[in-house]
């Protein structure tokens, strides 16, 4: 047991991996030496930032508690605290269950950890005003930017709004400032997060703000990529396609969960938007930004879903050919509207077996565009090196979801976060390969 350290423990999304960062960030200027996932937790503190998102992701931060539970009353730990998505919605079931763990915190109040630790240290601990602070786990050349908290959308499949509640845009001073700060400590890279982007600044004056915010974060020295994740078909705003065209460090790639596409289905989740609207969606995409690479979420198994909604959704994804695409099978969430309203009806055999037919589609689609870049070059930032490779990415990939390429540099060295423009010479049905020019 290391005294004076502390495991941090993130399950889940990139959402909880910012909170993580912060609070290490805190933990830190208290003294405190920070560990981000360890192997083998051996700080005298275990933090764990749960998720809890569907069912095997509250699965999986319900193990990971219980076995700091256990690793305390083996005395391998002195203190177990718990935070994020799953004590926000469980917390009283939590601490009935799971006694060992000394405190609870939900998915805001977290900070109060800091002050519960600051108690008995010395008095000479003072709090940064920089409210933008972060410990970045992810290599010093990308980082997250989360961009707001909460969702208005109240999709009848998704438990995030009573976790995290209404929509809350970060003002725009404030995150500009925190992209300077990263910039300024090498941070090239910046995938920016929320759940609903597209959403964001409509809270604060009713207005879409992302295309300001986009525009000014490209402006800012240093910033080199930005690439944008999670936006919402229904009332998008086109102009932030004009910033993705004329600001040369905005990354032609959208990530934009659509779920399905028939209307039976797209009317019982809730999504506001109907199969023409989402085409035509997809078509303007295409269009206004040639070349975009487009990642989508689809949802198969949910309530009412008939094998006729299934091979739309199969022939739309034929059509459209999305360069990336996952897919989950439908898990009733506890208070959501789809559990209070429909019965759960589509077999768990017939939800896996959707999943594979369509997951297996999605696979030949992606082998054929991997294939169609061989040959071409593309500027290519360089993440990491395993064995005789380089591992790089192009502005069509985002960490750790997206396809890599495989630089062989016959022996030649290359900088870990520096870009190189690199040749395609092969592909398979997960990565590129190439070598630099």
């Known amino acids: ?48 930032n749960t998720c809890g998102f569907i069912a095997d992701a509250k699965q999986e931060s319900i193990n990971m508690i219980l076995e700091m539970a256990q690793a305390k009353e083996e005395g ?13 919605r469980y917390k009283e079931e939590l601490e009935k269950e799971i006694p060992q763990v000394d405190k609870y915190y939900g998915k805001f109040d977290y900070f109060q950890l800091v002050e519960e630790l600051k108690k008995g240290r010395p008095p000479v601990w003072r709090m940064s005003k920089n409210k933008s602070g972060r410990c970045l786990t992810t290599p010093q050349h990308y980082a997250y930017l989360k961009i707001s908290e909460g969702c208005d959308r109240r999709c009848a499949y998704c438990a995030i709004p009573l976790i995290t509640g209404k929509y809350v ?37 009713g207005k879409h703000h992302i295309a ?19 936006a ?22 959208l990530d934009v969960a659509l779920q399905h596409i028939s209307d039976h289905m797209l009317n019982r989740m809730l999504r506001h938007v109907t199969k023409a609207e989402t085409i035509a969606f997809i078509e303007r995409l295409r269009k206004e ?18 094998e006729e909604d299934f091979e739309e959704l199969m022939e739309f994804v034929r059509w459209a050919r999305f ?36 997951m297996a589609l999605q696979q030949s689609i992606s082998e054929e565009i991997a294939a169609a870049k061989v040959g071409k070059e593309m500027v290519v930032i360089v993440d990491r090196k395993e064995g005789d490779f380089y591992i790089g990415r192009s502005e069509f990939s985002s960490p750790e979801v997206d396809p890599e390429i495989l630089i062989n540099t016959h022996g030649k060295a290359l900088r870990i976060g520096c870009f190189y423009h690199v040749k395609i010479t092969d592909s398979n049905e997960f990565d590129l390969f190439g070598e630099v020019v």
Not at 1 to 23: A, F
Not at 180 to 201: C, H, M, P, R, S
Not at 232 to 239: A, D, G, I, V
């Open 1 to 48: 047991m290391h005294k004076n350290e502390v495991d941090v423990i993130t399950m889940g999304c990139s959402k909880n991996l910012v909170d993580s960062e912060r609070l290490m960030h805190m933990f830190q200027e208290l003294g405190l030496k920070c560990l981000h996932d360890p192997k083998d937790p051996q700080g005298e503190i275990v933090v764990i």
């Open 76 to 88: 391998r730990i002195k203190q177990l605290y718990v935070m994020g998505c799953l004590s926000q």
């Open 169 to 205: 845009s970060r003002p725009i001073n404030e995150i500009l400032e925190e992209v300077t700060q990263l910039a300024a400590q090498g941070v090239k890279e910046f995938q920016v997060i929320a759940q609903d982007l597209t959403y964001y600044g409509l809270d604060i004056d």
């Open 212 to 230: 300001e915010l986009i525009s000014q974060m490209a402006d800012t020295r240093g910033v080199k990529w930005i690439r944008l994740h999670y």
């Open 232 to 253: 919402y078909p229904n009332q998008f705003p086109w102009e932030l396609l004009d910033v993705m065209r004329e600001k040369k460090n905005v990354c032609s790639y």
């Open 289 to 306: 930004v040639p070349g975009i690479h487009l990642r989508t979420t689809m949802l198969v198994g949910f309530p009412g879903e008939t």
């Open 323 to 358: 360069e990336r695409m996952g897919a989950f099978a439908y898990s009733e969430e506890e208070g959501t509207y789809s559990a209070q309203h429909y019965k759960d009806d589509v077999s768990d055999e017939v939800k896996q077996d959707r999943l594979n037919r369509l």
